[in-house]
């Protein structure tokens, strides 16, 4: 399974983003999927999850009530909507799949497949 994230760029404070992730090579309809992103200089930092079965969402404090992550399993596909954005939310966003289920969804080394990063940069 390959991932490929895009949607990232340059806005200002406030305004909103909508990133996605597309899997290629396979499907991850049962997947946990998770968003991580990464400042430069600071280690990769959880975002959000939504379980295998999509009924679940989770989420980092600093971005609870501004984000909100979907999918669609049919496009094959899932969503980070960012909105009321703040300049500490610069940083590349990664999206994340992993093939079994686990509680422990803000922990990189539980995902199996990664996308290659999407820049987003928040101007104040």
């Known amino acids: 399974v390959q991932l490929q994230a895009s949607g990232g760029g340059l806005v200002q404070a406030g305004d909103s983003l909508r990133l996605s992730c597309v899997a290629s090579?396979?499907?991850?309809?049962?997947?946990?999927l998770a968003w991580f992103r990464q400042a430069p200089g600071l280690e990769r930092e959880f975002v959000a999850a939504?379980?295998?079965?999509?009924?679940?969402?989770y989420y980092a404090d600093s971005v609870k009530g501004r984000f909100a992550t979907s999918r669609d399993i049919a496009k094959n596909a899932v969503y980070l909507q960012m909105n009321s954005l703040k300049p500490e939310d610069t940083a590349v966003y990664y999206c994340?799949?992993?093939?079994?289920?686990?509680?422990?969804?803000?922990?990189?080394?539980?995902?199996?497949?990664w996308g290659q990063g999407t820049q987003v940069t928040v101007s104040s």
């Open positions: 994340a799949a992993d093939r079994h289920y686990s509680t422990k969804y803000y922990l990189t080394s539980r995902y199996d497949y």
């Open positions: 090579g396979g499907t991850f309809s049962t997947y946990d």
């Open positions: 939504i379980s295998g079965s999509g009924g679940s969402t």
